[in-house]
């Protein structure tokens, strides 16, 4: 007998509100915050790491408090058996301890994002870069300081700018009042993550957190009949997938423009993930198919497809990896910096900011990634690693995820130094020790040598009086 799942979302969340597993509640406070607060996406990309975050855990705790105000979805998930929650989205943690149930956490994006630190999952700065640090996996020592300091800044903002408004939403709904806020947010069973170590930096990982691999990147089925006329079309030149998805409105009309200028002086055919409005004032060439939504993981997996040109959300990147195609990063904000440059280290891409790159620069990078040869390799490499996994990431998760409820959680996986005090952690009450030990036995030797100095010294009087 399969479980009953139910998905619990706010009506701003228009894109699942009809879904039949979808639950939703009234999410007024969150609605009206976003208003308040509205900014376009375009300024979003000034943004620092640390100011996007912030902005990311202020209005996290508002649809939080949203939900846990709602009593009768509150009675409804009282009964359940399980949460599954999201990495980055860390409300479930506060559902999971008031009701004590066992909690499930699937990450959608890197496991560097900072809400790692509530669950404590190891990423050394010496070898691991940091969030936000665009920096190579092999650091110089001026690498490893700046990484050392994106770690200082990561944590500082999970401890001052995640916890805070976490902490007032437990106390106003009463959530275990025994435990402290980071007890609360870092009480998971499992993690399920799914990038993929042919592209991520490898890192230590706990007993209790699982990367299976990409969830939506899957064998491509047949496209609609009109896309696959315009496909074939494209001969032996091939064809390059264009798709911002919903950061589109994050792409200025200038870069628009060179982009539009770009497509025409190229022989391939070009599929645009773009919208109407977003197009009427472009001068669209013939080998340009505009399309409001498009099969995306299906155009990837098609074998004419030469050149993915994205974002880099984790999605996107993921499938273009899976089907072994190239691509141009384009990154506006959140984690898409940090997964283009992570694309880029793993050889199947580059990095553009096309606010301020030009048609002939945008040009030649376009050509450079269809002429070599090792960007499609390095991708086809990783490609064949992500295809034969020997389990479907999937098919793993649940797999996981119904073990956890069969055994009623699984905190004997938790490893106990998650529950220690820093200075226990790191042997700094054994340290300190040791070199107040150091201290007073070196002061011991000191005075004791000073000691026969002085009666050296004494001896050496007395035979020259004598």
């Not at 902490?167 to 009480?187: F, M, S, V």
């Not at 069969?406 to 042997?427: E, I, S, V, W």
Request: aromatic share 10%; glycine share 4%; net charge neutral.
């Amino acid at each position: 007998m399969f479980p009953q799942v139910k998905i619990y979302v706010g009506p701003t969340q228009s894109y699942a509100v009809n879904d039949s597993l979808v639950r939703v509640f009234n999410d007024d406070n969150f609605a009206a915050g976003m208003r308040s607060t509205s900014r376009s996406a375009q300024s979003l990309k000034s943004l620092s790491v640390i100011e996007t975050w912030q902005r990311l855990y202020r209005y996290q705790s508002v649809y939080c408090d949203d939900l846990l105000s709602n009593t009768n979805v509150m009675e409804e998930i009282s009964h359940a058996d399980l949460v599954v929650g999201e990495f980055v989205y860390l409300c479930s943690t506060l559902i999971a301890d008031k009701f004590s149930l066992p909690l499930v956490m699937v990450s959608v994006t890197s496991l560097d994002a900072p809400t790692a630190f509530a669950f404590g999952l190891p990423a050394p700065p010496s070898y691991i870069p940091q969030f936000g640090v665009t920096l190579s996996d092999m650091l110089t020592f001026s690498e490893r300081a700046r990484s050392l300091l994106g770690w200082i800044f990561l944590y500082g903002s999970y401890i001052y700018d995640l916890c805070p408004p976490f902490e007032k939403i437990k106390a106003k709904h009463n959530i275990t009042p025994d435990k402290n806020i980071q007890e609360t947010l870092g009480r998971v069973d499992i993690i399920i993550g799914q990038m993929d170590f042919s592209i991520d930096n490898p890192r230590p990982l706990y007993p209790n957190t699982r990367v299976v691999g990409p969830f939506i990147a899957s064998p491509a089925k047949s496209l609609p009949d009109e896309l696959n006329q315009f496909v074939q079309k494209a001969g032996d030149e091939g064809v390059i997938l264009v798709s911002f998805g919903t950061v589109v409105e994050a792409v200025s009309d200038l870069s628009l423009k060179i982009m539009a200028e770009t497509f025409s002086k190229l022989p391939q055919k070009i599929i645009w993930n773009l919208k109407p409005n977003d197009s009427s004032k472009l001068s669209i060439s013939d080998n340009v198919k505009l399309l409001p939504w498009l099969p995306q993981n299906d155009i990837l997996g098609h074998p004419k497809t030469r050149l993915f040109i994205a974002h880099a959300g984790l999605n996107g990147m993921l499938e273009s990896a899976y089907h072994g195609v190239p691509m141009i990063c384009s990154p506006f904000f959140g984690d898409q910096s940090h997964n283009a440059q992570a694309a880029k280290q793993a050889g199947f891409a580059e990095v553009v900011d096309l606010d301020s790159t030009s048609t002939e620069e945008f040009f030649n990078l376009i050509q450079k990634m269809l002429t070599d040869r090792r960007y499609r390799e390095k991708a086809q490499r990783i490609s064949k690693s992500v295809q034969q996994l020997p389990r479907s990431p999937v098919k793993e998760a649940a797999d996981w995820v119904e073990y956890t409820q069969a055994q009623g959680g699984l905190q004997y996986l938790r490893p106990r130094g998650l529950d220690l005090p820093f200075y226990k952690l790191f042997f700094i009450d054994v340290l300190f020790v040791v070199l107040l030990v150091l201290v007073v036995v070196l002061l011991i030797i000191i005075l004791m040598f000073r000691s026969v100095l002085r009666c050296l010294s004494g001896s050496s009087r007395k035979q020259k009086v004598n």
